[in-house]
């Protein structure tokens, strides 16, 4: 997928605009290049000449203010209005096959209007020659960051780069603009300077004759393009559009002439039409006589009419020549190309087959390893793992992410609303892994590391947490005793064995002087903030008073910096000691006058808080002892 001009349009240098079409006439004496906004109608000029109008007419204009935004190369405005409106490809070539200078060589001698394209599958950028008439100018976007290239050195990397290239006509005629003295409609593009509609089309390109400003008429204004050779250089500008009255410049250079098949007409003092007649080396130079002169006697010559014919006559006959010489290359380009895309499309066939075999190994391996699964828990034999590591390296290796099988069923939200049921929500539930480690060559302590983390307390709390406590609370009616943790519970997105919360800066040794706490289970949401901690006591005595203390002092540090901490739980595999209890109670008491109804729940000096949960862990289940639900 190439770049689309419009969508850069925003980027352009932006500027007010106002006067209606005396405004616009403005910008056409500075030969604008860009896009003028007025109303929500958009006009786009190239070198001074409109090309392209969308979502409006030319009308729109006509005292309105707006803004005009200029275009980084004069080509922009134009590719934008091809990329709209295009015939579609003709033709397709193989930069290796056929280069690009080559094909522009082509293009430019037989007069294309239209442009090139070189995109697909190119990952160095995207890379455009826009043609009107066979003159070119290039423009290319470079890189990820899409940086803009033009002239010369955007069609020397187009010519270097390797790829498929697209060449689609496009016929884009310019929009004659009112004069600013005018009001109402332009006048008409069909050759009659008082009647017709010589507006474009909305969102279409507008018509490619008409009269210009002051009301003076059947010359046609083109954008002017580079030279089709030199991709880049800046041409020479046109001559006024009157020139039928005013002789050259000499010092000027003028457009390239359009071919005709015709032989041209003669005009007086035998010039052909459009060459002016021969002049004396000395002396000034001087007008054509326009006296009328009798006819000629038959039998009469007139050696320098026949002359000029002549050699117009050879000039055409040796552009058909070249024309046919074109023809017949494109076509030898085609028949080449023909056999190319063949060619890939038998080399993409063997793809799909060596993929389809892949696919059908890769599913044979699956079925293998899962039946040395099965043998292994049948048989009680476990491969040797290529590393043994700690049950804590483990741990500290290993995020755990809470994710649905079907987001519209059963999930922690609809079931804090009430909805679905415990096994419902366990069947819909995902916890997929993300560890620091090779989890298929990794063992601890010699088991497979899938049987260590899901007999370990760490996951089987966690997978009560989110599949279990919501329906507790809820069957229990805690939702208002709990509010902020039965709350906390749908946001629960990443878990973290073996926890860090740090928020601080950092002293001139690069330590952090701020929040740095630790904890066996941390509890996120998507934007990574703390819910829920927890502190695993996996020890057969039982949670003194000293175990306690140290999980509420490091909570109550989250929790002061961390507004989000809804609950701290402490979990273990024994029971706690009447002293630990003791001081649940005093960390969760409130004030003699407090209403809260919130249970177990710990103030902070933020006037926020959290709540305090003490869980006992046997048998594969999980108590919640504080608060009693």
Same mark, same amino acid.
């Given at each position: 997928?190439?770049?689309?001009?419009?969508?850069?349009?925003?980027?352009?240098?932006?500027?007010?605009?106002?006067?209606?079409?005396?405004?616009?006439?403005?910008?056409?004496?500075?030969?604008?290049?860009?896009?003028?906004?007025?109303?929500?109608?958009?006009?786009?000029?190239?070198?001074?000449?409109?090309?392209?109008?969308?979502?409006?007419?030319?009308?729109?204009?006509?005292?309105?203010?707006?803004?005009?935004?200029?275009?980084?190369?004069?080509?922009?405005?134009?590719?934008?209005?091809?990329?709209?409106?295009?015939?579609?490809?003709?033709?397709?070539?193989?930069?290796?096959?056929?280069?690009?200078?080559?094909?522009?060589?082509?293009?430019?001698?037989?007069?294309?209007?239209?442009?090139?394209?070189?995109?697909?599958?190119?990952?160095?950028?995207?890379?455009?020659?826009?043609?009107?008439?066979?003159?070119?100018?290039?423009?290319?976007?470079?890189?990820?960051?899409?940086?803009?290239?033009?002239?010369?050195?955007?069609?020397?990397?187009?010519?270097?780069?390797?790829?498929?290239?697209?060449?689609?006509?496009?016929?884009?005629?310019?929009?004659?603009?009112?004069?600013?003295?005018?009001?109402?409609?332009?006048?008409?593009?069909?050759?009659?300077?008082?009647?017709?509609?010589?507006?474009?089309?909305?969102?279409?390109?507008?018509?490619?004759?008409?009269?210009?400003?002051?009301?003076?008429?059947?010359?046609?204004?083109?954008?002017?393009?580079?030279?089709?050779?030199?991709?880049?250089?800046?041409?020479?500008?046109?001559?006024?559009?009157?020139?039928?009255?005013?002789?050259?410049?000499?010092?000027?250079?003028?457009?390239?002439?359009?071919?005709?098949?015709?032989?041209?007409?003669?005009?007086?003092?035998?010039?052909?039409?459009?060459?002016?007649?021969?002049?004396?080396?000395?002396?000034?130079?001087?007008?054509?006589?326009?006296?009328?002169?009798?006819?000629?006697?038959?039998?009469?010559?007139?050696?320098?009419?026949?002359?000029?014919?002549?050699?117009?006559?050879?000039?055409? &006959?040796? !552009? #058909?020549?070249? *024309?046919?010489?074109?023809? +017949? /290359?494109? @076509?030898? %380009?085609?028949? $080449?190309?023909? =056999?190319?895309?063949?060619?890939? &499309?038998? !080399? #993409?066939?063997? *793809?799909?087959?060596?993929? +389809? /075999?892949? @696919?059908? %190994?890769?599913? $044979?391996?699956? =079925?293998?390893?899962?039946?040395?699964?099965? !043998?292994?828990?049948?048989?009680?034999?476990?491969?040797?793992?290529?590393?043994?590591?700690?049950?804590?390296?483990?741990?500290?290796?290993?995020?755990?992410?809470?994710?649905?099988?079907?987001?519209?069923?059963?999930?922690?939200?609809?079931?804090?609303?009430?909805?679905?049921?415990?096994?419902?929500?366990?069947?819909?539930?995902?916890?997929?892994?993300?560890?620091?480690?090779?989890?298929?060559?990794?063992?601890?302590?010699?088991?497979?590391?899938?049987?260590?983390?899901?007999?370990?307390?760490?996951?089987?709390?966690?997978?009560?947490?989110?599949?279990?406590?919501?329906?507790?609370?809820?069957?229990?009616?805690?939702?208002?005793?709990?509010?902020?943790?039965?709350?906390?519970?749908?946001?629960?997105?990443?878990?973290?064995?073996?926890?860090?919360?740090?928020?601080?800066?950092?002293?001139?040794?690069?330590?952090?002087?701020?929040?740095?706490?630790?904890?066996?289970?941390?509890?996120?949401?998507?934007?990574?903030?703390?819910?829920?901690?927890?502190?695993?006591?996996?020890?057969?005595?039982?949670?003194?008073?000293?175990?306690?203390?140290?999980?509420?002092?490091?909570?109550?540090?989250?929790?002061?910096?961390?507004?989000?901490?809804?609950?701290?739980?402490?979990?273990?595999?024994?029971?706690?000691?009447?002293?630990?209890?003791?001081?649940?109670?005093?960390?969760?008491?409130?004030?003699?006058?407090?209403?809260?109804?919130?249970?177990?729940?710990?103030?902070?000096?933020?006037?926020?808080?959290?709540?305090?949960?003490?869980?006992?862990?046997?048998?594969?289940?999980?108590?919640?002892?504080?608060?009693?639900?």
């Amino acid at each position: 997928m190439g770049t689309r001009v419009v969508d850069h349009i925003d980027s352009w240098t932006e500027q007010s605009f106002d006067g209606g079409y005396e405004g616009l006439q403005q910008l056409v004496d500075r030969d604008f290049s860009g896009v003028v906004r007025a109303g929500g109608t958009e006009l786009y000029m190239t070198r001074g000449v409109a090309v392209g109008i969308r979502y409006g007419e030319v009308t729109d204009f006509e005292s309105a203010a707006g803004t005009a935004l200029a275009a980084p190369a004069p080509a922009l405005p134009l590719l934008a209005v091809m990329q709209e409106h295009n015939d579609g490809v003709r033709d397709e070539f193989y930069s290796e096959q056929t280069p690009l200078s080559e094909v522009d060589e082509t293009l430019a001698s037989g007069g294309f209007s239209g442009y090139v394209e070189l995109s697909e599958n190119v990952l160095s950028g995207d890379y455009y020659v826009v043609y009107h008439r066979g003159r070119s100018m290039a423009v290319a976007f470079v890189g990820q960051s899409k940086r803009l290239e033009s002239g010369e050195a955007a069609f020397e990397l187009a010519d270097d780069e390797v790829g498929i290239y697209q060449v689609r006509p496009a016929s884009v005629d310019h929009i004659e603009l009112p004069d600013p003295g005018a009001t109402g409609e332009t006048d008409g593009a069909t050759g009659d300077a008082a009647a017709g509609d010589g507006r474009g089309a909305t969102g279409q390109t507008g018509s490619g004759t008409g009269t210009r400003p002051g009301g003076e008429a059947g010359t046609e204004s083109v954008p002017e393009t580079d030279s089709p050779s030199r991709p880049g250089t800046e041409p020479a500008p046109q001559p006024p559009a009157d020139t039928a009255s005013q002789p050259p410049d000499r010092g000027q250079a003028q457009p390239r002439a359009e071919v005709s098949d015709e032989p041209p007409e003669t005009g007086p003092a035998g010039a052909a039409d459009g060459v002016p007649a021969e002049q004396p080396d000395d002396g000034p130079a001087q007008q054509p006589d326009t006296t009328p002169k009798p006819p000629a006697e038959e039998g009469a010559t007139q050696p320098r009419t026949e002359a000029a014919e002549t050699g117009r006559s050879g000039q055409v &006959a040796r !552009l #058909r020549g070249r *024309l046919a010489e074109r023809e +017949a /290359e494109m @076509e030898r %380009l085609r028949a $080449e190309l023909d =056999e190319r895309t063949e060619e890939r &499309a038998q !080399l #993409r066939s063997q *793809l799909e087959t060596v993929r +389809a /075999e892949r @696919e059908a %190994l890769a599913s $044979e391996v699956e =079925e293998l390893e899962a039946e040395l699964d099965r !043998l292994e828990r049948e048989f009680g034999v476990a491969r040797s793992p290529e590393r043994d590591i700690s049950p804590a390296e483990a741990l500290a290796g290993t995020d755990l992410f809470v994710r649905y099988h079907d987001k519209s069923g059963v999930t922690l939200e609809s079931a804090k609303e009430g909805a679905g049921e415990r096994d419902e929500l366990r069947e819909n539930l995902r916890l997929e892994r993300h560890t620091a480690f090779d989890e298929s060559v990794v063992g601890v302590e010699g088991r497979t590391y899938d049987a260590f983390l899901e007999d370990s307390l760490a996951f089987q709390f966690v997978e009560w947490v989110v599949a279990d406590l919501v329906f507790e609370i809820r069957e229990s009616g805690g939702q208002s005793a709990l509010a902020d943790l039965d709350a906390a519970l749908p946001n629960i997105d990443r878990v973290e064995l073996d926890g860090r919360i740090r928020d601080g800066p950092a002293d001139e040794d690069g330590a952090e002087v701020g929040l740095d706490e630790s904890f066996d289970v941390v509890f996120r949401n998507r934007a990574g903030t703390p819910l829920l901690v927890a502190t695993l006591h996996e020890s057969d005595t039982a949670v003194t008073r000293s175990v306690l203390e140290r999980t509420l002092t490091a909570a109550e540090a989250v929790g002061e910096g961390v507004s989000e901490l809804a609950g701290a739980f402490v979990v273990t595999r024994s029971f706690f000691e009447p002293a630990a209890m003791d001081l649940t109670r005093e960390a969760t008491r409130s004030g003699f006058l407090s209403r809260d109804s919130r249970e177990s729940f710990v103030n902070t000096a933020r006037k926020e808080g959290y709540h305090l949960a003490l869980v006992e862990a046997r048998d594969g289940r999980f108590d919640l002892v504080v608060p009693e639900l």
